[in-house]
């Protein structure tokens, strides 16, 4: 099995900056690809940002590009999402998620991935 533990998240203005971190442990933890999501009530979880396991390769929903930036330390089985210029509309319950498949660059979404946290709220005020 494997953990996936969120944090970073809280409660910031327009224009702030906040930095999530996603702590992997478990049995598998080499060759995963990982993904960050988000949900606001009411709406579908949207893949947001994604890198794969060596990380040269990176992708980026378009409601984000520009300003969040994905990353991830190996060596400590770690990812993080830095987001850069939040906006109220960024406010949501933010996920990541670990992926074994490698059927698909960038995965299609929630389905190819094989684990999940227990997500971490990120609200921003105007």
């Known amino acids: 099995q494997v953990q996936l533990v969120e944090s970073g998240g809280g409660l910031v203005q327009a224009g702030d900056s906040l930095r999530l971190s996603c702590a992997v442990s478990?049995?598998?933890?080499?060759?995963?690809?990982m993904g960050w999501f988000r949900q606001a009530p009411g709406k579908d979880r949207d893949q947001i940002a994604v890198?794969?396991?060596?990380?040269?390769?990176?992708y980026y929903a378009g409601s984000v590009k520009g300003r969040f930036t994905i990353s991830r330390d190996r060596a400590k089985n770690t990812g993080y999402l830095q987001m850069n210029n939040l906006k109220p509309e960024d406010t949501a319950l933010y996920y990541c998620a670990a992926s074994w498949r490698g059927t698909n660059w960038p995965p299609a979404g929630i389905s190819e991935y094989d684990y999940w946290g227990q997500g971490t709220q990120v609200t921003v005020s105007s």
């Open positions: 890198i794969n396991w060596s990380g040269v390769s990176a």
């Open positions: 478990g049995r598998r933890l080499s060759g995963y690809t």
